[in-house]
């Protein structure tokens, strides 16, 4: 079995390419403790901004997403991490020359993946030649990084709508060293666009579980943002939920985390839950943000 720390030929420290809405680099030190030291495979059904696999990087994985944005920027930095840097630095080389940063972002937003020929496009949305792809995951990267607070939204057209972060300064987009490292690590995952379902029916015993699902709003002006043309609302919650039970039958170890409400409490009380508390500054009401309670929720004993 894999241990995540043994790897023969190790690579680098990789931090997230991306700056994800509830990421969960702040809670890795807190969730941490409920790994289980040594699988087969990771498996992550909603992959976001992949905190938890760049901190574990296991030999090998299995990747899911729904969003065709997100599971073709990873398939890139896999494939082409050298084209990906180039075409970003082509979209930075604009600032440098002086043009004005809102007008940059704006243009290279209304490019948008939908708006490709239906020839252009697989029957999952995804790019088909190799130039478009590249393209649309330096995109990917750059709105990431100079939208507001690195959401990711789309309107129920599929087009990707965040507006501008205001930086009149160009943040860094990417380390090189971090691109490299992530493109090498990714050579030893399969990475689907598919929903969580199909994802969680290929684990197995030996496996290791980690969910991040779209949190479950704490009030009912917290859910302000749509992750991708499918929301998740309660009856997806509890069709996940209904999943924990085969993982736990199939024993298969899981760890998930969500938001703690009296609906989540609810649809995983058959499990393990502790507490973690993380920082969240993504709040219309400025007064809400801060430190929250978020549930931790597993299927395996441990020892913390």
């Not at 082409?80 to 937003?109: C, F, K, N, W």
């Not at 060293?177 to 690590?185: F, G």
């Amino acid at each position: 079995m894999h241990s995540p720390k043994d790897e023969t030929q190790p690579i680098g420290p990789t931090a997230p390419l991306l700056k994800w809405a509830g990421g969960k680099t702040q809670l890795l030190a807190q969730i941490q403790p409920y790994f289980p030291p040594h699988y087969d495979r990771l498996i992550e059904p909603f992959i976001g901004g992949a905190a938890v696999y760049f901190h574990l990087r296991p030999a090998r994985a299995l990747l899911g997403d729904v969003n065709p944005e997100l599971v073709n920027f990873y398939s890139v930095v896999r494939s082409h991490p050298d084209q990906l840097m180039a075409a970003v630095d082509d979209i930075a080389a604009r600032h440098q020359s002086g043009e004005d940063p809102e007008t940059i972002y704006y243009d290279v937003r209304s490019r948008q993946p939908v708006d490709l020929t239906p020839e252009a496009l697989d029957e999952q949305g995804i790019p088909r030649s190799n130039e478009d792809r590249i393209w649309v995951a330096a995109r990917t990267l750059y709105l990431n990084k100079t939208g507001f607070n690195g959401l990711f939204r789309v309107n129920s057209g599929g087009r990707f709508n965040v507006p501008w972060g205001r930086r009149k300064v160009l943040p860094k987009l990417y380390n090189h060293n971090e691109v490299y490292n992530a493109s090498r690590l990714l050579q030893g995952a399969e990475i689907v666009l598919a929903d969580f379902a199909h994802v969680l029916d290929q684990a197995r015993p030996g496996d290791f579980v980690y969910l991040d699902p779209p949190y479950f709003p704490v009030s009912t002006t917290a859910n302000f943002t749509s992750y991708t043309r499918l929301d998740f609302p309660a009856e997806q919650q509890r069709r996940l939920a209904d999943w924990l039970h085969t993982l736990d039958q199939r024993g298969v170890a899981f760890v998930l985390n969500n938001s703690d409400t009296p609906f989540t409490r609810e649809i995983y009380a058959n499990f393990r839950i502790d507490i973690a508390q993380a920082k969240r500054m993504i709040n219309s009401n400025a007064s809400k943000r801060g430190e929250v309670n978020e549930l931790i929720v597993y299927n395996q004993q441990i020892v913390i």
